[in-house]
């Protein structure tokens, strides 16, 4: 089993930006596929970034590419969000995700969730 624990989350004005950072326990996930995902009230799950290890690529929502990375310390088992020129429509709730899927685009592949940190973007 995996443990997966968002922190990072918070308010902040338009234009600013906030890293979110999800630890890992319980196994080790250097080799999984690790993404962030997130959900707007009213709206279903949305993929938006993801670091596959069997592919050996990093991929990306057309609305995060220019402005989110995804990054991955293996010798902290933590993934990152780092998210610049944020925006209101970034508000959501982002989860991190884990599993051995190849492509990590889509929410079937993975095996382990978060439970979510709020992130909400004032204009």
């Known amino acids: 089993q995996v443990q997966l624990v968002e922190s990072g989350g918070g308010l902040v004005q338009a234009g600013g930006s906030l890293r979110l950072s999800c630890a890992a326990s319980g196994r080790t996930v250097s080799r999984y596929t690790m993404g962030w995902f997130r959900q707007a009230p009213g709206k279903e799950r949305e993929f938006i970034a993801a670091?596959?290890?069997?592919?050996?690529?990093?991929v990306y929502a057309d609305s995060a590419k220019g402005r989110f990375t995804i990054s991955r310390d293996n010798a902290k088992s933590t993934v990152y969000l780092q998210m610049n020129s944020l925006k209101p429509e970034d508000t959501a709730v982002y989860y991190c995700?884990?599993?051995?899927?190849?492509?990590?685009?889509?929410?079937?592949?993975?095996?382990?969730w978060g439970q979510g940190t709020q992130v909400t973007v004032s204009s």
């Open positions: 670091n596959s290890w069997s592919a050996g690529r990093t």
């Open positions: 995700a884990g599993g051995v899927g190849y492509s990590g685009l889509t929410i079937g592949e993975y095996d382990y």
